[in-house]
């Protein structure tokens, strides 16, 4: 299995200008989780879908974020306008959770934002 | 909402020592609680997970154990290697929750000396 696929792998753009980041979950994964992870704050759950519906949208920072999964496999995490504050590694996450059994997560390799 | 806190946040030992980091959590219902590797420049890796049912649960050199009186669990490393330094997270998932959220402790930078 290719594991999940995280596009790009490093972003750099200035304040103000829009953000995507792609996500590609594993096959067959049921469940997909957008992270956020810098040195101050560790690793922040930022919003996760369960069935490609949005379960808890809780940890986006503001209305400047805003997230799709549009089908089981493909999503994206787009922040518009993008700030300075905003830079960090973004990861994705996907499981298989299947009669309220938490199945292992298994993370992307991450992209690495830069806002000037 | 669940809460994870994690200790200690740096940890060196020499070659061959063992490590251990704890991890407590504040829903009772939480029921499944892995631990994650991080290398530099890499997403997080599972390198084990426990379940409520289970009270310890051992792979190779790696043991986790589990308090659920205490809410506390604990990863255990024997004959540390340099190559298992790395940033080691905790997390813990309620049961009552629709996707499978896990929640992460704060990590612990792990450097194993040669």
């Known amino acids: 299995d290719a594991g999940v696929i995280q596009s790009p792998r490093h972003e750099v753009t200035e304040m103000g200008q829009e953000v995507t980041l792609r996500c590609k979950p594993i096959?067959?994964?049921?469940?997909l989780f957008w992270y956020r992870q810098t040195m101050m704050r560790g690793l922040e759950l930022l919003i996760y879908?369960?069935?490609?519906?949005?379960?808890?949208d809780s940890g986006m920072p503001e209305d400047r974020f805003s997230a799709k999964m549009p089908n089981a496999s493909f999503s994206t995490l787009k922040i518009q306008p993008s700030e300075p504050r905003d830079s960090a590694v973004y990861f994705c996450a996907s499981s298989r959770r299947q009669g309220g059994i938490t199945d292992t997560q298994y993370f992307g390799p991450g992209t690495r934002l830069t806002v000037l | 909402g669940e809460n994870v806190e994690q200790h200690p946040s740096t940890l060196s030992v020499q070659e061959g020592d063992s490590a251990v980091i704890k991890c407590t959590y504040s829903?009772?219902?939480?029921?499944?609680f892995p631990w994650y590797k991080q290398e530099l420049g890499k997403g997080p890796q599972l390198i084990i997970d426990i379940r409520s049912n289970v009270g310890e649960k051992k792979d190779q050199r790696i043991a986790v154990t589990l308090n659920k009186t205490a809410k506390h669990f604990s990863l255990h490393i024997t004959e540390t290697q340099p190559e298992d330094s790395a940033v080691y997270f905790c997390?813990?998932?309620?049961?009552?929750?629709?996707?499978?959220?896990?929640?992460f402790g704060q990590g612990t930078e792990l450097s194993v000396k040669p």
């Open positions: 879908f369960n069935n490609n519906v949005p379960i808890d």
């Open positions: 997390a813990a998932s309620p049961f009552y929750n629709q996707g499978g959220k896990l929640i």
């Open positions: 096959s067959g994964h049921n469940s």
């Open positions: 829903d009772s219902a939480s029921n499944y």
